[in-house]
């Protein structure tokens, strides 16, 4: 049974960081391809960054530069590396278990996701 954990939010002033982690049990990690969500209140999920199978990432133009999506396959863990935050990085954030298929699509295993607040 796959399990997604994460964890590494808080409260945080504008231009700080954050480190979120995601612990993935079950499965063959080093053959997912993962991605951050985020979705503030009010707003849809949306995908912040992708780390696929094959090492292949992507950002969302907003966190281009400032956030670094990276996998540790040995240990099970991918991670999410926020610097310079913003307030409208505000939002809980969710690891994803993907699909590759010419790109990343979401399948349903999302963890219970981290919260990250940001203030100015």
């Known amino acids: 049974q796959v399990q997604v954990v994460e964890f590494g939010g808080g409260l945080v002033q504008s231009g700080g960081s954050l480190r979120l982690s995601c612990a993935i049990s079950g499965g063959t990690f080093e053959r997912y391809s993962m991605g951050w969500y985020r979705q503030a209140p009010g707003n849809q999920r949306e995908l912040v960054a992708f780390s696929s199978f094959h090492n292949r990432t992507d950002y969302i133009d907003s966190v281009k530069g400032r956030f670094t999506i990276s996998r540790d396959n040995s240990k099970h863990m991918l991670y999410l590396q926020m610097n310079d935050l913003k307030p409208e990085d505000t939002a809980i954030y969710y690891c994803?278990?993907?699909?590759?298929?010419?790109?990343?699509?979401?399948?349903?295993?999302y963890g219970r996701g981290t919260e990250v607040t940001v203030v100015s």
């Open positions: 994803n278990i993907g699909r590759w298929e010419r790109g990343y699509f979401p399948t349903n295993f």
